[in-house]
């Protein structure tokens, strides 16, 4: 097999002319910000379809809620005629009526224990936080 050798080999030729460095520079920018791009378009995709998925979630949720507090209702009505089957109607209501205030106001107070126990700025951030300033105001010095 004969090679001409004016001919280079293609593998060896670069794939563009020269270029300047301030044209390497515009293309190289240009790369990036087209790779930026497309990666938040990537992201936007992406969340979409989380939230498609949240919003379906919530919504089923939603209804288990309704259908619960539907259950709840009905099965109150049950415990109060059942209960009115021994005793007066009016004490029979009176008594689920209660059971379910103190229902209520176990779990009200038990939720704002949880909510008083949240802090806002963790303290382990907080922390190393003022680390992070002592440091900064050490390099000043």
Avoid: C, Y
């Avoid at 001409?4 to 080999?9: A, G, K, Q, T, V």
């Avoid at 930026?36 to 379809?49: F, G, M, P, R």
């Avoid at 209960?83 to 059971?99: Q, Y």
């Amino acid at each position: 097999m004969q090679t001409n050798p004016d001919r280079s080999d293609a593998s060896t030729r670069p794939l563009e002319d020269d270029k300047s460095l301030g044209e390497l520079f515009t293309q190289l920018t240009t790369d990036f910000s087209k790779l930026v791009s497309t990666q938040l378009e990537l992201a936007k995709t992406e969340l979409k379809d989380e939230i498609a998925h949240a919003s379906k979630g919530a919504g089923l949720l939603g209804g288990g809620a309704v259908a619960a507090h539907l259950a709840l209702l009905t099965l109150s009505l049950a415990a109060g005629w059942g209960l009115a089957a021994v005793m007066p109607a009016g004490f029979a209501f009176l008594i689920v009526g209660l059971v379910w205030t103190a229902v209520a106001g176990f779990l009200a107070m038990t939720g704002r224990n949880e909510i008083r126990a949240v802090q806002p700025v963790p303290p382990q951030s907080k922390q190393a936080l003022r680390e992070d300033i002592a440091w900064a105001r050490q390099q000043k010095s």
